[in-house]
């Protein structure tokens, strides 16, 4: 497809467990972002990827949060012990090359997977 | 602090109307402003992007206007149609790659 896709679109999990997030980024983006979404709120920022490295890891909560982009294509992020507080929708994004400076570069948001963790 | 604020924090229109969202912000050092529409269960859409120098951005029936010194920001919607109905997420990034999204503006056309 053109866009960004992400998998699952929804995730139901128990409290402790291991969950893992998947993102394609639009190809040829060199730029990925990883984004946590609470009901009614704004996305808010976990991670930033240029290619394969994570150039601001700033915004991951804690420890329990990992992401990954080995290939500088797809990312995956991580979340060990889940607790009722991750619940949220995680949002991917992409973009040509990431904005630097005061140049523009249109981000591409995923539709999103919604995590659950009862 | 950075800090991105949106109002209203909801907001009903009658089709065809016209309204206007605002963002304040006190993100600093401004790089760009941007404002995205995000329909339910969707990933928001990139509307509009004004770097410092651009005071107004059209895209169709969308108008951000930026007022870099008082840090305000505005997207006007003319004629709205019952697809306008969605939120409104007016995002400011700092810097390099830092972004502050505001809560949005939940919008609701109705017929």
């Known amino acids: 497809g053109a866009g960004v896709s992400q998998t699952p679109s929804n995730k139901v999990t128990e409290k402790g467990k291991y969950v893992e997030l998947r993102c394609d980024p639009i190809s040829g983006h060199t730029a990925l972002y990883w984004y946590r979404q609470s009901l009614g709120q704004g996305p808010e920022f976990l991670i930033y990827f240029q290619g394969t490295g994570a150039a601001d890891d700033s915004g991951l909560p804690n420890d329990r949060f990992f992401a990954v982009r080995p290939e500088g294509s797809v990312s995956t992020l991580k979340i060990q012990r889940t607790e009722r507080g991750d619940s949220a929708v995680y949002l991917c994004?992409?973009?040509?090359?990431?904005?630097?400076?005061?140049?523009?570069?249109?981000?591409?948001f995923g539709p999103g997977t919604r995590l659950t963790v009862l | 602090k950075n800090q991105v604020e949106q109002s209203p924090q909801s907001l009903i229109i009658l089709e065809g109307k016209n309204c206007t969202l605002q963002?304040?912000?006190?993100?600093?050092?401004?790089?760009?402003l941007r404002w995205y529409k995000q329909d339910t269960g969707r990933g928001p859409v990139s509307l509009t992007i004004m770097t410092f120098s651009e005071n107004t951005k059209s895209n169709g029936r969308y108008t951000a206007t930026l007022d870099a010194d008082t840090k305000q920001s505005s997207l006007h919607i003319t004629a709205s149609q019952l697809s306008d109905s969605a939120s409104y997420i007016c995002?400011?990034?700092?810097?390099?790659?830092?972004?502050?999204f505001g809560s949005g503006t939940k919008l609701n056309v109705k017929p």
């Open positions: 963002c304040n912000y006190t993100v600093s050092p401004f790089s760009n």
């Open positions: 995002v400011v990034s700092a810097g390099f790659n830092k972004f502050y």
């Open positions: 994004a992409s973009s040509l090359t990431g904005t630097s400076g005061r140049k523009t570069d249109t981000q591409y």
